[in-house]
């Protein structure tokens, strides 16, 4: 989808729009998104050279992602011209660069200044790099609730991790699940150990599995170990471990599972 908006800007000669849905399906993991983000950077020079402080601001975040560190000066550059027109996603890059000092000197304060410009012009990434910036936890948990109103999993996982810290489980683990839902693989971790171990609910081995089972379908193996000792342990048996799989969307992976701890046995029993 990203791909053909993207493509219908540039036969339109909408270079600006173009380049974000380029990035948009980049960032879903479309390699042929990533390459045509960087093409149209041909394009985006003359505009962002021109004064279009969001043709700069764009084309700072895809020489930052997406080319090499020859292209960092020229990063610098237009983030720090679109962050002076006082433009929020120039505000949010340059702050980003000068809060881990990405090709100029490291300034917290800087960064945090720039974030909280962003913040208060409805960025809501920089709501959640300015969240973990501030020193008041009230604030904290404010600008990641803005952040998760845009739909952005790490702050629903960070926001979670702040809750946990406060002893409010049950309020963490419903983030963790909302961050989870939207793909984050440290969150589904954090929702199946707690399934697991009764953390914000009761014990609930076939949420646990399945969340483990949505980690490795995700790519991320780190759970499968813990997913065949909970079954190994009796804390479920196979027919559990099959709707914990159903409720993955990975049936086959279930079965596996059941192979590897109870030798293929076709029982709902170990």
């Known amino acids: 989808m990203h791909l053909d908006e993207g493509r219908r800007a540039a036969e339109a000669g909408d270079w600006v729009a173009a380049g974000h849905a380029f990035v948009r399906a980049a960032m879903e993991g479309s390699a042929e ?43 610098v550059r237009y983030a720090r011209a679109a962050a002076g027109a006082g433009l929020p996603a120039g505000q949010r890059t340059y702050g980003y660069m000068l809060l881990e000092g990405i090709g100029v000197e490291e300034d917290r304060d800087r960064a945090a200044e720039l974030f909280r410009a962003a913040a208060d012009a409805g960025d809501a990434y920089a709501c959640l790099n300015l969240a973990q910036l501030v020193d008041d936890p009230d604030e904290s948990q404010r600008l990641l609730e803005a952040a998760t109103r845009a739909g952005i999993d790490a702050a629903g996982a960070l926001l979670a991790d702040r809750l946990s810290a406060l002893d409010r489980d049950e309020e963490a683990l419903r983030w963790y699940l909302w961050a989870a839902e939207r793909g984050h693989t440290g969150a589904m971790n954090a929702a199946a150990c707690w399934y697991r171990d009764g953390f914000g609910t009761e014990p609930d081995p076939v949420q646990a599995v399945r969340w483990f089972l949505v980690m490795l379908a995700h790519g991320d193996g780190d759970g499968v170990h813990e997913a065949i000792d909970l079954a190994k342990s009796g804390a479920l048996d196979a027919g559990q471990v099959r709707e914990a799989g159903r409720l993955a969307g990975d049936p086959g992976t279930a079965e596996a599972l059941i192979s590897t701890v109870w030798g293929g046995a076709d029982t709902d029993r170990a």
Not at 51 to 65: H, K, R, V
């Open 33 to 75: 998104g990533a390459e045509l983000a960087t093409l149209v950077t041909v394009d985006l020079v003359p505009l962002a050279d021109g004064g279009s402080a969001e043709a700069a601001a764009l084309l700072s975040g895809i020489y930052l992602e997406y080319f090499d560190e020859s292209a960092l000066s020229d990063a």
